[in-house]
């Protein structure tokens, strides 16, 4: 992707637009001299992590200003709130807001070098599809430094084979769950009130009579309009066949590689209500799953910056991830999760050929 191209970013067309131009965002007008300060900004941000005073800005970024116009224009980059003064410090750091204007409109992509293109193509190769998605997942991570994400594929025309239930004690219920391509899901099943195990083989016969063959994706569907006519008990069941099998193509259709990379992120590791609520976030992995899920909208890269909206829900993490291919359907997302303070220019050339060499390795299996 080159910085001259449209990006689709949070969802929106994002053209280029170079420094010179001036550019509307909310209504705030950012001039040339403006969009200069404010890239050079965020570009030593990023590089050394130091909130940046208007001295260093003065010295550093090329342009003929005194002192006191660069405090002006900054004093104005933070009344529109793309910059924020620490409490500690003269300095400026950029917000989200800084960061979304700066990768939307500034930010010159940097082609990814030979060596690190050979070695993604070296362990992208078509494969076992499972091997070839956890060695994407590995990749993102070793070449960015940081968590590496990869959406599995959806199986597309995967059905429900047949369930069983077995009893644990009144009220627990073992669930288990065989798909038509040999997939095995096992679930504990807590019912309001005890149910027998007569009842358990009844509910099991007839799910397995009315349901079997019928595809994941079309299950929930059909059985949102059939609940109501079931008996209590069976429709209690099959509810919980629905939300299981839901709920496990979630957690398990997540590879995360490399999250442990993260402590050693100083903006991150020293924060340790931060580093919870990003490891919970791996280990629960559905609200992971539907931020790449998201992702597949897509056209090409898609970055979230955290803070700025729901979406990404840990204010300190940006993720960078696009959609890849199999025989030209979207099915699935790689991506990166890293501090909101990553070199965004090269992050989004590697996750971009990553999803390229998945994309291609999967078709050719």
Do not use: W
């Amino acid at each position: 992707m080159s910085s001259a191209e449209p990006r689709s970013i949070e969802g929106q067309e994002c053209d280029f637009f170079p420094p010179q131009a001036i550019f509307s965002y909310n209504h705030c007008m950012i001039n040339e001299r403006a969009q200069t300060l404010l890239k050079f900004l965020v570009e030593r941000y990023i590089a050394d992590g130091q909130p940046i005073g208007s001295r260093t800005l003065s010295k550093f970024s090329g342009l003929e200003l005194s002192a006191a116009s660069i405090r002006n224009v900054m004093a104005d980059l933070e009344e529109m709130g793309y910059i924020a003064s620490p409490h500690t410090s003269a300095g400026r750091v950029p917000t989200p807001k800084g960061y979304r204007f700066f990768v939307d409109t500034l930010l010159t992509i940097q082609p990814l070098e030979l060596v690190e293109h050979q070695t993604l193509r070296d362990q992208i190769r078509p494969n076992d599809p499972r091997q070839v998605v956890a060695a994407a997942s590995q990749m993102l991570s070793e070449l960015t430094h940081f968590a590496g994400i990869v959406m599995t594929p959806r199986r597309k025309g995967v059905g429900l084979k047949h369930v069983e239930f077995m009893p644990l004690s009144e009220r627990r219920v073992l669930l288990i769950i065989v798909a038509t391509d040999g997939d095995v899901q096992n679930r504990i099943v807590i019912t309001e009130k005890p149910i027998s195990p007569a009842q358990l083989v009844e509910a099991a016969n007839y799910i397995n009579s009315h349901y079997a063959g019928v595809e994941f994706d079309q299950l929930q569907s059909r059985v949102q309009h059939e609940l109501s006519q079931l008996h209590r008990d069976i429709s209690t069941l099959m509810a919980a066949v629905v939300e299981a099998r839901s709920n496990g193509s979630e957690s398990s259709g997540v590879i995360v590689s490399g999250e442990r990379k993260l402590l050693d992120v100083n903006d991150i590791s020293s924060s340790m209500s931060s580093l919870k609520k990003l490891f919970d976030l791996f280990e629960a992995k559905s609200q992971l799953f539907e931020l790449l899920d998201a992702s597949q909208r897509a056209d090409g890269v898609k970055i979230f910056i955290g803070g700025e909206s729901e979406t990404m829900p840990l204010d300190e993490f940006s993720l960078v991830s696009a959609p890849y291919e199999v025989d030209g359907q979207i099915v699935g997302t790689v991506g990166v999760i890293g501090p909101t303070r990553m070199a965004y220019e090269r992050v989004i050339p590697i996750v971009d050929v990553t999803s390229k060499l998945l994309s291609s390795a999967l078709s050719q299996h």
